[in-house]
T-cell receptor, first 114, second 116 residues
Framework: AQSVSQHNHHVILSEAASLELGCNYSYGGTVNLFWYVQYPGQHLQLLLKYFSGDPLVKGIKGFEAEFIKSKFSFNLRKPSVQWSDTAEYFCAVSRNSGNTPLVFGKGTRLSVIA | GAVVSQHPSRVICKSGTSVKIECRSLDFQATTMFWYRQFPKQSLMLMATSNEGSKATYEQGVEKDKFLINHASLTLSTLTVTSAHPEDSSFYIC????????????FGDGTRLSIL
């Protein structure tokens, strides 16, 4: 079965620090990859997605992610975090065939301190 | 952007009550809707997938007689938790996707269900 692993449960950073959140998936076929963010008390929002093409994907709010097929990874990065980036981040994967659902990682809680 | 409306946002009720949660896609036709459940500090777990006009497909371990899903139109899906018990207390989130498989899923705000 397809699975998604997020390595970090909770990350604490100071403002302006660089961020990288790891995500690995287990499915061997063609996949679509997503990062979602959930701010405290709010619903999930799409940060960025990868379907095909350039493996370096730019998202909203200065986030980017790189798809490395050989490593089955889709790590999320941001050069300089802000206090407002404090949230839960979920990596998600779906198979690129038919109308398949997203499978989510367990999430990484990011706390940005001043 | 695409909007998914989920109602109600919060339900508190007695054990044995049945609770219906609605999920609507407001500005697009959702051929497929997904229902997830999220326990505190855990990830979203897919409960079932429903295609408009068809029976829902349930994930392993999810009781279809307990969690009734209806997807009667391209803009509305409902989840009914029948005879709810305290262990059913959770955060339920619906998601909708348009006809094209390359469109992302859009999420509702979720429903926090508390069974006393």
């Amino acid at each position: 079965a397809q699975s998604v692993s997020q390595h970090n449960h909770h990350v604490i950073l100071s403002e302006a620090a660089s961020l990288e959140l790891g995500c690995n998936y287990s499915y061997g076929g063609t996949v679509n990859l997503f990062w979602y963010v959930q701010y405290p008390g709010q619903h999930l929002q799409l940060l960025l997605k990868y379907f095909s093409g350039d493996p370096l994907v730019k998202g909203i709010k200065g986030f980017e992610a790189e798809f490395i097929k050989s490593k089955f990874s889709f790590n999320l990065r941001k050069p300089s975090v802000q206090w407002s980036d404090t949230a839960e981040y979920f990596c998600a994967v779906s198979r690129n065939s038919g109308n398949t659902p997203l499978v989510f990682g367990k999430g990484t809680r990011l706390s940005v301190i001043a | 952007g695409a909007v998914v409306s989920q109602h109600p946002s919060r339900v508190i009720c007695k054990s044995g009550t049945s609770v219906k949660i609605e999920c609507r896609s407001l500005d697009f036709q959702a051929t497929t809707m997904f229902w997830y459940r999220q326990f505190p500090k855990q990830s979203l777990m897919l409960m079932a997938t429903s295609n408009e006009g068809s029976k829902a497909t349930y994930e392993q371990g999810v009781e279809k007689d307990k969690f009734l899903i209806n997807h009667a139109s391209l803009t509305l899906s409902t989840l009914t938790v029948t005879s709810a018990h305290p262990e059913d207390s959770s955060f339920y989130i619906c998601s909708a996707r348009a006809r094209n498989a390359d469109q992302p899923q859009h999420f509702g705000d979720g429903t926090r269900l508390s069974i006393l």
